[in-house]
Nanobody
Framework: QVQLVESGGGLVQAGDSLRLSCTYSTRLSTPMYTMAWFRQAPGTDREFVAA????????NYADSVRGRFTISRDITKYTMYLQMNALKSEDQAVYYC????????????????WGQGTQVTVSS
């Protein structure tokens, strides 16, 4: 079982930067999962943002954020990050931390573990 706790959301101006954090807990000494960020704007479906393999660090990004967002993880701190730069109004959404043992399940949009979500509001 994995518990995910997100933080870092808030109100920012368009063009600003923001870093989201997701701290995870597990009974394993070192978790080896695929972790990811998803987002959901009001009235829309949840969409994939970025993913990172906890072992190895390989990453994958949605086209809409590639080049602006950076996903990373610090195994020693049990924390995953999403550095968001050059934020746009279309980035406004609730951002969810997610994890799963299967990379393919995460990419397919169906990870088994989810955080509570953190609101990112972008004003212009």
């Amino acid at each position: 079982q994995v518990q995910l706790v997100e933080s870092g959301g808030g109100l920012v101006q368009a063009g600003d930067s923001l870093r989201l954090s997701c701290t995870y807990s597990t009974r394993l000494s070192t978790p080896m999962y695929t972790m990811a960020w998803f987002r959901q704007a009001p009235g829309t479906d949840r969409e994939f943002v970025a993913a990172v393999l906890m072992s190895g660090g390989s990453t994958n990004y949605a086209d809409s954020v590639r080049g602006r967002f950076t996903i990373s993880r610090d195994i020693t701190k049990y924390t995953m990050y999403l550095q968001m730069n050059a934020l746009k109004s279309e980035d406004q959404a609730v951002y969810y931390c997610a994890a799963d043992e299967s990379y393919h399940t995460v990419i397919a949009g169906a990870p088994h573990y989810w955080g509570q979500g953190t609101q990112v509001t972008v004003s212009s």
